[in-house]
């Protein structure tokens, strides 16, 4: 099966802690975006990644990292420093025309 | 700054009911504007619009562009319960990131 790959699909934070969201496509695509979406928001672009070890920061990279060692993945680090985490997380690949989504990971804080 | 708004926030109709949602846009150099369905886990692509007075269709789908006025609008004719999601609008520009501002969404809801 082709497509775009997230897990978990749910997953819990505890205060403090850095958590590293998973996104794997098999689409062959060389870009790649991290979406947070809050209720009554839009999606805001987080980072993205034109190339494998290459990526720039989005509109809201405060508090995240990425990696970009594979083609195939772009994991998406949460880190301490992100105060308010609690959101629908949601990554994308780019086609020849349009970004294809994944089925997003809810984060929640305990 | 790129800007894309949406209305309705939300809208309730009955099924059988014909819909059309707006979105419109301020972004430079623009390249694209796409329409995405999203029910309750990834937004799913719908149309993508590039030129201006092309309508694009799909079933009961449809949507069209005016560059003129930066704005685009979403039909769905004879409404199905199917079809409560929420629709969201972002456009593209030429920039080779090919990165996409998106609207708030309008959450749509079909009932019996």
């Known amino acids: 099966d082709g497509g775009i790959t997230q897990s978990p699909k749910y997953l819990f934070r505890k205060e403090g802690q850095n958590v590293t969201l998973s996104c794997e496509q098999n689409l062959n695509h060389d870009a790649m975006y991290w979406y947070r979406q809050d209720p009554g928001q839009g999606l805001r672009l987080i980072y993205y990644?034109?190339?494998?070890?290459?990526?720039q920061k989005g509109d809201i990279a405060e508090g995240y990292s990425v990696s970009r060692e594979k083609k195939e993945s772009f994991p998406l680090t949460v880190t301490s420093a992100q105060k308010n985490p609690t959101a629908f997380y949601l990554c994308?690949?780019?086609?020849?025309?349009?970004?294809?989504f994944g089925p997003g990971t809810r984060l929640l804080v305990l | 700054e790129d800007k894309v708004v949406q209305s309705p926030l939300s809208l309730v109709v009955h099924e059988g009911d014909t819909v059309t949602l707006n979105c419109s846009y301020e972004?430079?150099?623009?390249?694209?504007l796409l329409w995405y369905k999203q029910e309750k886990k990834a937004p799913t692509f719908l149309f993508m619009l590039t030129s201006s007075g092309i309508e694009k269709k799909s079933g009961r789908l449809s949507s069209i562009l005016d560059k003129k006025e930066l704005s685009s609008i979403l039909n769905i004719t004879a409404t199905q319960t199917g079809d409560s999601a929420i629709y969201l609008c972002?456009?593209?520009?030429?920039?080779?990131?090919?990165?996409?501002?998106f609207g708030t969404g309008t959450r749509l809801q079909v009932t019996l």
């Open positions: 972004v430079t150099n623009f390249r694209s």
């Open positions: 972002a456009v593209g520009n030429t920039g080779t990131a090919s990165k996409l501002t």
């Open positions: 994308a690949s780019k086609g020849r025309e349009t970004q294809y």
């Open positions: 990644s034109q190339i494998v070890n290459d990526f």
